[in-house]
């Protein structure tokens, strides 16, 4: 009777154990990775973010462009955008320019690359700690406008090349570091609606505003074309890199590149690829960019019948600014790398519309010693 009832008494314990376990340790569930183009998606704890203190060329967005003129003065150039806003130039030396997006009269977006006072708490070349000592950096930014909710959130690499940082007159600035020193480049001042449009972050919540082209030019537009060039110069000196040649041969060749894109598009892309360019186009919106993989742009090359060894460049639509969308590929990892090489290289850039096509090849002095060396 002994042994029965302590065999009985141990059952109960082991089938206490069994049923209890579930509760005390309950299995973990498994993690899945999301994939984006490489980029690593990272989730953040949202938090409420904070607004500074508006100063320098913050204190000018959303205000009549008569109020920057008084003080700063007149442009050097006036610009047609082709969009629904006019850009204005200040500074004649690559160390002091500045772009300007005039709306209806009013300023919606300053690009600085200057250092100036104006860009205080900021300064140019300055790294993420040094803005980690003076501000909070948020993932998460939750606000309304024209009584719509909205929701923004950044990733991880967003946080550490293009963080988003608010002032409390309601407007934004983001902050371009460059891949290659991850130092600040430059800083782009920017209303609700401006950020809405260009939205170059995950809008977990509401819908970027649509594109509105306006008097866009047929043909290629050199004015667009020349501005990118000049952009791009600018971020690859900063870089300690040569900046690039500009020459009619490689202008021709881009935009016969841009023309044979439209003609060999079957020769190009997959059919799924093909549709998310046609929706891309229907949209016209900057949350659906479409943008050429490098194999993509190989076969294009290759069609072009130009080589694929010492070649390389971007293709993207629809662009909003030409300068925004540099100070993107230079702060994003993906696309940072076909602006980072070494050598003397020539460019030429194809901008058509909301399109553009830049195409980097070497000089043939480059092309010669790399042969030689083989």
Do not use: C
């Not at 300055?126 to 719509?148: G, K, P, Q, V």
């Not at 972050?201 to 594109?211: F, K, M, N, S, T």
């Amino acid at each position: 009777m002994r042994r029965f009832l302590a065999f009985l008494g141990i059952f109960l314990v082991v089938l206490t154990i069994g049923y209890l376990e579930p509760v005390f340790f309950p299995a973990e569930k498994p993690q899945h990775v999301a994939e984006d183009s490489g980029r690593q998606n990272v989730s953040h704890t949202a938090l409420p973010y904070e607004e500074i203190k508006t100063s320098g060329y913050a204190e000018y967005v959303g205000k009549p462009a008569s109020k920057f003129i008084e003080k700063f003065g007149e442009p050097v150039e006036k610009q047609a955008s082709g969009m629904s806003y006019e850009v204005w130039t200040y500074g004649e030396k690559d160390s002091d320019y500045l772009e300007l997006n005039i709306q209806d009269d009013n300023i919606s977006m300053i690009k600085a690359f200057n250092d100036s006072k104006e860009l205080s708490p900021f300064s140019i070349g300055m790294n993420l700690s040094d803005i980690s000592e003076r501000m909070t950096i948020y993932s998460d930014f939750a606000f309304t406008y024209n009584e719509m909710n909205y929701n923004i959130e950044l990733t991880e690499e967003d946080m550490n090349y293009r963080p988003l940082i608010a002032f409390d007159n309601q407007t934004f600035a983001i902050l371009f570091f460059n891949q290659g020193k991850s130092e600040l480049a430059a800083v782009v001042y920017l209303a609700k609606e401006a950020l809405l449009t260009l939205m170059p972050y995950q809008l977990i919540e509401g819908e970027a505003r649509p594109l509105l082209p306006k008097d866009q030019l047929a043909g290629f537009d050199p004015v667009k074309s020349n501005q990118m060039v000049r952009v791009i110069n600018m971020l690859r000196s900063d870089e300690g890199l040569p900046t690039y040649h500009v020459n009619t041969e490689n202008q021709k060749n881009a935009q016969k590149l841009f023309e044979l894109l439209s003609k060999q598009q079957k020769n190009i892309f997959s059919m799924e690829r093909l549709e998310n360019w046609q929706f891309s186009k229907e949209q016209l919106s900057a949350t659906e960019m479409f943008t050429l993989s490098n194999d993509e742009y190989q076969k294009l090359l290759k069609l072009g019948q130009l080589d694929k060894k010492n070649a390389t460049g971007m293709y993207t639509e629809p662009i909003y600014d030409p300068t925004f969308t540099v100070l993107s590929w230079f702060s994003d990892s993906l696309y940072h790398s076909r602006f980072a090489h070494e050598g003397n290289e020539n460019i030429g850039v194809a901008f058509s519309k909301a399109s553009v096509l830049v195409l980097i090849q070497e000089t043939e002095k480059e092309i010669s010693q790399t042969e030689d060396s083989e």
